[in-house]
């Protein structure tokens, strides 16, 4: 299986601040790398996916970066709606695996 | 827009089947992927496996022994049955639609299953 880190697991951040994500897997992935925003008690909502394709409806503060192994997701002018838990989800290799999560808190 | 529902008991003792059902409105069942998804409590998101809307199955080697996903598209409907359950099932299980180049771009909303005697 594709193993897939992330750091750090807890992001403690201001409003408007620019936030950062890392997320590294243990095999290249190509280009099939998606994130996710969960809040607590709802589904995981898809943000990016194929590495930096905005979905419909997602604000432009959200982007997504990287290649082979290591990627980033950057926030930046953070909103009150952002804080969440952030999964990155590698759909190259079966089985589909997803990182531990970045959960980005209100300092 | 599509949307997803999972539905089914709550509540599933040691050892028997977990048997939910996700139903899709408002969408079509193909071209797509159906995949289940579960998130223990506190914990992670980890894949079970998916059917495609046509029959073909994919499941997680470290579930595949116990998993079985079918598909009606007459109703709508993807079914999961997940055998000899224990207490290390209890989780929120999603239903998730998955476009190839899109990974998982529309979920249900989940339901919580405990395992418990």
């Known amino acids: 299986d594709i193993q897939l880190t992330q750091s750090p697991s807890t992001l403690s951040a201001s409003l408007g601040d620019t936030v950062t994500t890392t997320c590294r897997a243990s095999?290249?992935?190509?280009?099939?790398l998606a994130w996710y925003q969960q809040k607590p008690g709802k589904a995981p909502k898809l943000v990016i996916s194929?590495?930096?394709s905005l979905r419909s409806g997602v604000p432009s503060r959200f982007s997504g970066s990287g290649s082979g192994t290591e990627f980033t997701l950057t926030i930046t002018n953070l909103q009150p709606d952002d804080f969440a838990t952030y999964y990155c989800?590698?759909?190259?290799?079966?089985?589909?695996?997803f990182g531990p999560g970045t959960r980005v808190e209100i300092k | 827009q599509v949307q997803l529902q999972e539905s089914g008991p709550g509540l599933v003792k040691p050892s028997e089947t977990l048997s939910l059902t996700c139903t899709v409105s408002g969408g079509s069942m193909s071209p797509y992927y159906w995949n289940w998804i579960r998130q223990p409590p506190g914990k992670g998101l980890e894949w079970i496996g998916f059917i495609y809307y046509a029959g073909t199955t994919n499941y997680n080697p470290s579930l595949k022994s116990r998993v079985k996903i079918s598909v009606d598209t007459s109703k709508k409907q993807v079914s999961l049955r997940l055998s000899s359950v224990t207490a290390a099932d209890t989780a929120v299980y999603y239903c998730?639609?998955?476009?190839?180049?899109?990974?998982?771009?529309?979920w249900g909303p989940g339901t919580r299953v405990t395992v418990s005697s």
């Open positions: 989800q590698q759909y190259n290799i079966y089985p589909w695996t």
């Open positions: 194929q590495i930096s």
């Open positions: 998730a639609r998955e476009k190839v180049t899109d990974a998982f771009d529309v």
């Open positions: 095999e290249s992935v190509s280009g099939w």
